[in-house]
């Protein structure tokens, strides 16, 4: 395989300059090529990963439900079987360990006869636009951001929320919040140390800052809680995403030394009310939190109430 696709220098050249990660695999799925794009995107250099399968999940691409697709309906295996081309929207693990959303094309590559000799796999970050660089410039030059976690800190959420009521007074658009807490953190600490618990929590921040749109808002509340601020017409809704960013955490590991650290989420969310302020709807929600906690730690809890 290697012969007919790598042998020409400026194809490779072409290939490196592209923003889009690129990587071929043969008909085993050993990855050949991976281009600069792709070290770009997932923080693995062509080093790391040519040569070894991609069925060994190296990227461990996951859908919304959580299924893992490298070691099951992999869109690159299925392209080499039935000679089709695909396009997935995914979640794959970036080398640093948060989760990053991405758009994925596979398709089949055929020798001179037409005989699938391997597939090709194409991957853009759709996480990744200018809006979200802006808020970053702004947010470090107001002093509005966690060093840490390189999201909002506790200021600018109060501030969000702030605007968040004033449009809700007077347009009543529906919103909710989602306040999350990462399970058995203080064991972490304990067991590995701060830095360690200081890597986790930038884990867990970019990865539910991955999974959001642009007008959401994720905000490190303190410690290792974050509250999301999301537009929401129901409960249902709510949960919806609420149980995606659950699953993604669930799903998100990093390895440190000779360990993979892995941790989960309790999650509890609430709708805002007529007669609600910033705290009683902050307090609704870290209570539904502390019941997802007392049910036994990686759940969602969603306050039941729906006005109107």
């Not at 109060?158 to 449009?167: A, I, P, Q, T």
């Not at 953190?185 to 749109?213: E, Y």
């Not at 808002?217 to 249902?236: I, K, S």
């Not at 030394?257 to 870290?286: H, K, P, Y």
């Amino acid at each position: 395989m290697e012969d007919h696709l790598l042998n020409h220098g400026m194809f490779e050249t072409l290939m490196d300059n592209l923003q889009e990660g690129v990587y071929f695999v043969d008909t085993e799925r050993n990855i050949q090529y991976w281009n600069k794009g792709a070290e770009k995107i997932t923080g693995y250099a062509s080093g790391e990963v040519v040569g070894r399968c991609c069925a060994s999940n190296i990227l461990n691409h996951i859908n919304q439900e959580g299924a893992h697709l490298c070691t099951g309906d992999c869109p690159l295996k299925l392209s080499i079987l039935d000679g089709k081309s695909r396009r997935s929207e995914v979640y794959l693990r970036h080398k640093e360990g948060h989760r990053l959303p991405v758009v994925v094309w596979t398709s089949p590559i055929r020798n001179e006869e037409g005989r699938i000799v391997g597939a090709l796999e194409s991957f853009t970050d759709i996480a990744v636009n200018l809006a979200a660089f802006e808020r970053i410039a702004e947010l470090e030059a107001q002093a509005l951001m966690c060093p840490l976690t390189l999201v909002a800190n506790r200021r600018y959420a109060d501030r969000f929320l702030e605007e968040k009521f004033s449009e809700w007074e007077r347009y009543q658009r529906p919103f909710g919040v989602a306040f999350i807490d990462v399970d058995h953190f203080k064991s972490v600490n304990d067991r590995f140390g701060h830095p360690t618990g200081d890597v986790v929590l930038k884990m867990v921040a970019q990865t539910i800052k991955s999974a959001l749109r642009s007008f959401d808002f994720v905000a490190r509340w303190g410690g290792d809680e974050f509250l999301v601020v999301l537009p929401a017409q129901n409960c249902e809704e709510l949960s919806k995403t609420a149980n995606r960013l659950r699953i993604l955490v669930l799903n998100t590991s990093r390895k440190i030394s000779s360990d993979r650290i892995q941790v989960t989420v309790s999650i509890g969310a609430a709708l805002v009310r007529e007669e609600d302020s910033i705290s009683t709807l902050v307090s609704r929600a870290d209570n539904c939190m502390y019941h997802s906690k007392d049910a036994g730690r990686n759940l969602v809890t969603v306050d039941a109430f729906e006005d109107g």
